[in-house]
């Protein structure tokens, strides 16, 4: 079976612009998370969707958006990009919203503002 | 709120040798998992190990070992005989109960092993 797959792999972008990134999850698999990792720094989170709706939230503003599809991929929308928005997004897809010992991650989408 | 710290930015090991990472964490949940993650240059996030708060014995996966000690919070990595392969980013990372399956990460050790 294939892993989580996200796309594209990589994208440039100018400020003010918007982004729209997605994410398949492994087959069965119901929950989808977005992470921001930027350079230098671990993950963190941004958002958790489960069965189409948003299970939790991190600290990120309201330009972050994303929504779950029936099939349960996934898209996360960001608007009027700002040059700290460059980082290496993550998608990680886990079988329940309360899967305690597996999260699997894609390998991400780098996204560059200029 | 739920804290990962990994003191070490850079570690050096030569091949064959064992090699230990370290990672403390801070939460309030008294059900929690800890996981390790691989990142090679590519970027992806490889799973390495997992262990639960309620886990009596340390985890164990081939080469991985989670030397988990609750009352210390702390969950080091252990790599036994390291492989030029294992040259990359290491992260731990937590989950709570209060953030369903959402991880928590450190800002990672850089892994350099050289032959």
Redesign the interface.
């Known amino acids: 079976d294939a892993g989580v797959t996200q796309s594209p792999t990589h994208l440039i972008k100018t400020r003010g612009q918007h982004v729209t990134l997605r994410c398949s999850p492994i087959s069965g698999h119901k929950?989808v998370?977005w992470?921001q990792q930027v350079l230098?720094?671990?993950?963190?989170?941004i958002f958790?969707y489960y069965e189409k709706e948003e299970?939790?939230r991190?600290n990120f503003p309201d330009r972050f958006s994303a929504r779950q599809f029936p099939n349960y991929s996934s898209e996360l929308n960001v608007n009027a990009l700002l040059l700290g928005d460059s980082a290496?997004y993550?998608c990680?897809s886990?079988l329940?919203?309360?899967?305690?010992?597996?999260?699997?991650?894609?390998?991400?989408t780098?996204l560059t503002v200029l | 709120a739920q804290k990962?710290t990994q003191t070490q930015p850079g570690m050096f090991v030569q091949e064959k040798e064992a090699v230990t990472l370290d990672c403390t964490y801070d939460t309030s949940d008294q059900s929690y998992?800890l996981?390790w993650?691989k990142q090679p240059s590519?970027?992806?996030?490889?799973?390495l190990i997992?262990q639960?708060s309620y886990d009596e014995q340390n985890a164990t996966e081939g080469r991985y070992s989670l030397n988990f000690q609750k009352a210390r919070k702390s969950a080091n990595l252990v790599i036994s005989a390291s492989q030029l392969g294992d040259s990359a980013m290491y992260?731990c990372?937590m989950?709570g109960v209060s953030?369903?399956?959402?991880?928590?990460?450190?800002?990672?050790t850089m892994l350099l092993v050289s032959p």
């Open positions: 929950s998370s992470y230098g720094q671990g993950p963190q989170f958790q299970r939790g991190g290496l993550l990680a886990s329940e919203l309360q899967t305690y010992n597996e999260q699997f991650f894609g390998p991400g780098r | 990962i998992g996981f993650y590519s970027g992806e996030m490889i799973f997992y639960g992260f990372a989950r953030g369903y399956s959402t991880l928590t990460f450190g800002k990672g």
